[in-house]
């Protein structure tokens, strides 16, 4: 499903919620602005966010695995090295969304 956000256009989302959905959400301007813009940025950034984590060697996170549960050495290990790498490319987005506020 994100692959349609991040396959299309920003312009073209914004012209297809304003101009083919139902009148209740095409007749509120800010919606029609708001809706495509974070929407593209949440299918982009959580496909930063998995390639972060991905990156993590498992190697890494086997010894907080043994001694905690999966969710515990999820947190403790592999949450703050995926969230560094995947920094970069998040800002990234962040700035280009915010840079496509014009449309």
Do not use: D, H
Request: hydrophobic share 45%; proline share 6%; charged share 15%.
């Amino acid at each position: 499903m994100w692959e349609v956000f991040r396959n299309t256009p920003l312009l073209v989302q914004i012209f297809f919620l304003t101009s083919r959905c139902p009148t209740s959400y095409s007749a509120q301007r800010f919606t029609g602005g708001w809706l495509p813009r974070s929407s593209v940025g949440g299918a982009y950034n959580v496909e930063n966010f998995r390639a972060g984590f991905e990156a993590v060697n498992r190697g890494t996170s086997s010894l907080p695995r043994a001694c905690f549960s999966r969710f515990a050495a999820f947190r403790q290990a592999a949450l703050p090295l995926g969230w560094r790498i995947a920094l970069p490319s998040v800002t990234n987005i962040l700035i280009s969304i915010s840079k496509n506020s014009s449309f």
